[in-house]
């Protein structure tokens, strides 16, 4: 049964800082999903990581997926307030496109 | 273009009640898939449907339930409903041709169950 397990759970940054949120799944997966959600609102699609060695960037955050250790990495750069939100990892449980989702870490960007 | 859309954005109901929520896909996926959202937690699967058939089943009881449309809209049932209902329903649409590789998220419909 697929697991997926994200690390922190919750983050306080400064702004300026960098920081890296862990995403670990325990079986083979085709793909692992980054999404951001803010206070009461849907997903919003950050990353789809196709391979392994797979990087992606957009703006002050960085994806990578390494799928021989299971494990993808969203890197934050200079963190901003409007960064603050959840963030979920998810990989698909087969090539049918169900999802399983970690458990979320919730970042606040403090100034 | 529309994205995904989801109605209604927000339902009370009573325990032992039935609702159904709807969900359209985004033009040009012909898969929707539902998850449940409770408060501070990751979404979870409840099922998949495709050419008007559920493929996938999440660890879900019986009193959910889901239909496809031709027009590949989709509405999720939930019979007898629970305190535990209480969460936020949210729909994804995908496209098979496309290998399901970006799922688009509806707005969500929050139900709270008294």
């Known amino acids: 049964e697929l697991k997926v397990e994200q690390n922190p759970l919750f983050l306080s940054m400064q702004e300026g800082k960098n920081y890296t949120i862990y995403c670990n799944y325990s079986?083979?997966?085709?793909?692992l999903y980054w999404y951001r959600q803010d206070p009461g609102k849907s997903l919003e699609s950050l990353f789809v990581?196709?391979?392994?060695?797979a990087v992606k960037q957009e703006g002050r955050l960085m994806a990578s997926l390494d799928t021989k250790a299971r494990l993808s990495t969203l890197h934050i750069t200079a963190a901003v307030h409007d960064l603050s939100a959840t963030y979920f990892c998810?990989?698909?449980?087969?090539?049918?496109?169900?999802?399983?989702f970690g458990q979320g870490t919730e970042l606040s960007v403090k100034p | 273009d529309a994205g995904v859309t989801q109605s209604p954005t927000h339902l009370i109901k009573t325990r032992g009640q039935q609702v159904t929520l709807r969900c359209s896909p985004k033009?040009?996926?012909?898969?929707v898939s539902w998850y449940q959202q409770a408060l501070g937690q990751g979404p979870q699967f409840i099922f998949q449907?495709?050419?008007?058939?559920?493929?996938q089943r999440g660890n879900f009881p019986d009193r959910f339930s889901g239909h496809q449309f031709p027009n590949y809209s989709s509405e999720l049932n939930v019979n007898a409903l629970l305190l535990g209902d209480s969460a936020l329903y949210l729909c994804?649409?995908?496209?098979?041709?496309?290998?399901?590789?970006?799922?688009?998220f509806g707005p969500g419909t929050r139900l709270l169950v008294l």
């Open positions: 033009s040009g996926h012909d898969t």
């Open positions: 449907y495709y050419e008007e058939e559920e493929r």
């Open positions: 990581l196709l391979s392994n060695g």
């Open positions: 994804a649409s995908s496209s098979r041709s496309a290998g399901r590789e970006t799922q688009y």
């Open positions: 998810a990989a698909v449980y087969n090539q049918g496109g169900k999802l399983i």
């Open positions: 079986t083979t997966s085709d793909r």
